[in-house]
């Protein structure tokens, strides 16, 4: 079974935040969410939009584009 689009973009959400240092609490924060938000993200159970995508690559450092990278 394939991975959904959100499964796949929550871990790499996830990737980048530990490579960052940061736990789900302090990403929230940074994006203005809650901890609980992030984990659904996270776990691809939220469908973010496109201002939240550009909070998290803001809050990342990262450009939008590196949020949907895979290793495909």
Do not use: W
């Amino acid at each position: 079974m394939q991975a959904s689009v959100q499964f796949k973009f929550g871990m790499r959400v996830r990737q980048l935040r530990l490579a960052a240092g940061l736990t789900q609490e302090d990403l929230a924060h940074r994006c203005g969410l809650f901890r609980t938000y992030m984990s659904r993200i996270e776990t691809g159970r939220a469908n973010p939009t496109l201002t939240m995508v550009d909070a998290l690559a803001t809050s990342l450092k990262v450009p939008i584009a590196a949020l949907f990278e895979t290793d495909r």
